[in-house]
């Protein structure tokens, strides 16, 4: 059996002398593993960074067997990421959300594509800039997966306007009148999330928006499976919240 596809390397793993066990996430195969020959060696490990895009074949004799990954290497980004501490933060959230939340080997183009898109932005512009597509894209994910936010219009009285909470049960939005309450029980609502904020988010919209996929993460995709919250993914929240902390 064999095919090929595009892919973003999510983790590489030594096994044996020089070998490695690649992780990535391919646009048409889901997320993936396979054995690439020489993939721990000084030329394997530089292709195969966290981050970078590739182009790779698999091949194995049975469907359900590890296979083999041929790798070419077709956009460096993992040398723009390690140069910032938040872009970093970035990559090692969003690998270890993948590899925690998408089931192997189901495919799902969209997480690709806004992985893939994510990445360059994260490579190229300030935390401020990528922090609101990081939300997007796990929002996207929860999506992909069946458990799709609604935040249209208020959960108790249907209108659509001043929708400044979530449900932590539900996913729904809550209005501001309805939700004061309870506001205590709640989770915030950033105004990026709904298309209506002019100008760039506050750092403390970032913070909210990241607690808030978080927590659906956690509770939908994780804990149903005896999983917790990769450290990678808790760390990214923790930055915000220091930026958020810092710009008072």
């Given at each position: 059996m064999e095919w090929t596809d595009d892919a973003i390397v999510l983790s590489l793993r030594a096994h044996g002398e020089s070998s490695g066990i690649l992780e990535a996430l391919t646009r048409g195969h889901g997320r993936h593993l396979g054995l690439v020959r020489g993939g721990s060696s000084s030329k394997g490990r530089a292709v195969l960074q966290p981050g970078n895009r590739i182009r790779l074949v698999w091949r194995a004799r049975l469907s359900e067997h590890l296979g083999i990954f041929t790798v070419e290497l077709a956009r460096a980004r993992a040398a723009d990421i390690f140069e910032q501490r938040a872009a970093l933060s970035g990559l090692n959230a969003l690998s270890a959300v993948a590899a925690a939340v998408l089931p192997e080997r189901e495919p799902h183009e969209a997480a690709y594509e806004g992985a893939d898109a994510l990445l360059d932005a994260i490579a190229h512009h300030d935390f401020a800039d990528w922090a609101p597509l990081f939300v997007h894209w796990e929002i996207g994910l929860l999506n992909e997966l069946g458990f799709g936010l609604d935040l249209a219009r208020c959960a108790a009285t249907g209108a659509g306007d001043d929708l400044i909470y979530v449900s932590p049960r539900t996913g729904r939005a809550v209005s501001r009148?309805?939700?004061e309450p309870y506001r205590d029980r709640l989770l915030s609502l950033p105004a990026f999330l709904l298309g209506r904020q002019a100008g760039d988010?506050?750092?403390?919209?970032?913070?909210?928006?990241?607690?808030?996929?978080?927590?659906?993460?956690?509770?939908?995709?994780?804990?149903?499976?005896?999983?917790?919250?990769?450290?990678?993914?808790?760390?990214l929240t923790d930055l915000a919240a220091r930026a958020a902390t810092e710009s008072g």
């Open positions: 009148g309805a939700g988010p506050r750092a403390a919209d970032l913070h909210a928006g990241l607690r808030l996929t978080a927590h659906f993460l956690d509770q939908w995709l994780l804990m149903p499976h005896d999983k917790t919250m990769p450290e990678a993914r808790q760390r």
